[in-house]
């Protein structure tokens, strides 16, 4: 399983463009990046998924560059709304054993 | 359409008691899992099933049980509680890709 790695926390505006990276040096040829966004006493849900280039949603983008190496979480004008832990993920669609790691507190002031 | 369900949402057991916690989905997705979420800190699974009659343990998988006999239910039991499994814990179910995942509600335990 490759080890990922993104900010322990971040904070942005209301309106503003907010962009999370996480680094996956280790990434394999069959592995996916995979963001799931958690809201205080609830389960994770599910964001977006993706391979390479761009992934767009209804509510986010993906970025991945050529080297896959990396990845960037794009959520376009945050609200209050959008305050929760973002997980990135990284692995092969069989995998069993999938790790969420402490993912990136994000607090959106108004 | 209810999705993925746990229940209890609370309980408070003492040390030494057994529970079950239950999950059920109506998705109709083979695959299904068990998570548990300190406070703080990421999920880290449990078990996992990727069908009725077959299941495997996760990352932490010591003092809890597992069985599915049907698609639908995925029981976890804790055989006796300790302290330290005291944690918030997540259902998730999949039809065929452990990375998209839905997760239930939880349930919040207490083991004093």
């Known amino acids: 399983l490759a080890k990922t790695t993104q900010p322990i926390s971040m904070d942005s505006y209301e309106g503003q463009e907010v962009n999370i990276t996480c680094s996956h040096n280790?990434?394999?040829?069959?592995?996916?990046i995979t963001w799931y966004q958690q809201f205080p006493s609830q389960g994770p849900r599910f964001i977006i998924q993706g391979y390479k280039t761009k992934v767009t949603n209804e509510v986010a983008s993906l970025f991945i560059p050529a080297d896959r190496k990396s990845s960037t979480l794009s959520l376009p004008r945050v609200s209050l709304s959008d305050t929760a832990v973002y997980y990135c993920l990284v692995g092969d669609s069989s995998a069993s054993k999938i790790i969420f790691g402490s993912g990136t507190r994000l607090s959106i002031r108004p | 359409n209810a999705g993925v369900t746990q229940t209890p949402k609370f309980q408070v057991l003492k040390t030494g008691q057994s529970m079950t916690l239950q999950c059920a989905q109506d998705m109709n997705h083979e695959y299904m899992s068990w998570y548990r979420q300190d406070p703080g800190m990421g999920l880290r699974l449990i078990h996992y099933s990727v069908g009725a009659g077959i299941t495997d343990q996760g990352e932490v998988p010591n003092g809890y049980n597992v069985s599915r006999s049907t698609t639908e239910d995925f029981p976890l039991r804790l055989l006796s509680a300790a302290p330290s499994q005291t944690s918030v814990y997540f259902c998730a179910v999949s039809r065929q890709d452990y990375y998209e995942q839905y997760f239930g509600p939880g349930t919040r335990l207490t083991v004093t």
């Open positions: 280790n990434i394999a040829t069959n592995d996916y």
